[in-house]
């Protein structure tokens, strides 16, 4: 059983910045692609950035420039950076993991999530 769990999300003026982390206590965290992808109401979730296991990053066009995906192996932890926020980037923000999928950022290919993190930007 694989279990992540969201923190930081929040609202916050267009403008500016949050920081969500994802954590986990499985052992071969490493192993691991990590993404972000999050859902705004009656849109379909979609890829935010995604971290392989080796390193390699994959960043949507839309939140490309803005925000930073790394991992803090010392803490199980994948994190993301938001700077720039836009009230589009409004939505609920999910963590998946998953092992061989390099740095893709389809949904289909991740079978672990955790329960989400809203965010919202207000205008």
């Known amino acids: 059983q694989v279990e992540l769990a969201e923190s930081g999300g929040g609202s916050v003026q267009a403008g500016g910045s949050l920081t969500l982390s994802c954590t986990t206590s499985m052992y071969n965290y490493e192993q691991y692609s990590w993404a972000w992808f999050r859902q705004a109401p009656d849109k379909e979730r979609e890829g935010v950035a995604v971290?392989?296991?080796?390193?390699?990053?994959t960043v949507a066009d839309t939140v490309k420039g803005r925000f930073t995906i790394f991992k803090d192996n010392d803490k199980n932890t994948c994190i993301l950076l938001m700077n720039k926020l836009k009230p589009e980037d409004t939505g609920m923000y999910y963590c998946a993991a998953e092992l061989n999928v390099g740095s893709t950022l389809s949904t289909d290919d991740f079978g672990w999530w955790g329960q989400g993190t809203q965010v919202t930007v207000y205008s």
């Open positions: 971290i392989g296991s080796d390193g390699r990053t």
